[in-house]
């Protein structure tokens, strides 16, 4: 990993697996704190933003769109805003690896299904699950921690866990669906945090 780069975490939340899911959140750590875009799927929204600043004590901008389109659309004018730069390398947990990863090929299969152009495009971009499979001895109980949760939990010092509103990334999928939105925002927030610091720590190692 490029030490020389400036690393910007993300994470993205979804309604499911399955390739007709949709994404919900899509969350990028920045210098100052995170940039979230989240979809409501065309109901109201109201003082998410001002909420899950005060709980997250974190500099947090938040915006809502109406559909996953949109805020697609909207994640890819930031990208082309602030990631297009060679100083830049975006990184996730278990974004995209050789053996699949999960949040960019989710992504492409849903810009492509808006027939939305890859924003992502000579994006530089690292994974960091086998970074911290290298690095460290991530195993517990027998078993090597794959997971996002597991890793930070091992290695850090779950400065994050606090404001996280759910103890599995699966309670993302129903609070979506009861229109809980400050809940998944948090758990985003929270997730690209942890990353930041696992990136931090891959650095130093």
């Known amino acids: 990993m490029a030490g020389e780069l400036a690393h910007v975490p993300f994470d993205i939340e979804t309604t499911g697996l399955g390739a007709a899911d949709e994404v919900t959140v899509v969350g990028f750590g920045l210098d100052l704190g995170c940039r979230v875009f989240y979809q409501t799927g065309g109901r109201p929204h109201d003082g998410c933003e001002s909420a899950v600043k005060d709980r997250a004590d974190e500099l947090v901008k938040v915006s809502a769109h109406r559909s996953e389109a949109v805020l697609l659309e909207a994640v890819s004018e930031f990208v082309a805003q602030r990631l297009r730069s060679d100083d830049v390398l975006l990184v996730a947990y278990n974004g995209e690896t050789w053996r699949g990863g999960f949040d960019l090929p989710f992504l492409r299969t849903r810009f492509a299904a808006h027939d939305l152009q890859w924003p992502f495009e000579d994006v530089p971009y690292a994974d960091l699950l086998p970074v911290v499979r290298d690095l460290f001895n991530t195993v517990v109980d027998g078993d090597d ?61």
Do not use: I, K, W
């Open 145 to 205: 921690a794959a997971d996002l949760d597991t890793a930070y939990e091992v290695l850090c010092d779950g400065a994050y866990d606090e404001f996280d509103p759910f103890e599995d990334s699966a309670e993302a999928v129903s609070a979506f669906e009861d229109g809980r939105f400050e809940d998944v925002v948090l758990h985003n927030v929270s997730d690209v945090f942890r990353t930041e610091r696992l990136s931090m720590l891959a650095q130093r190692g």
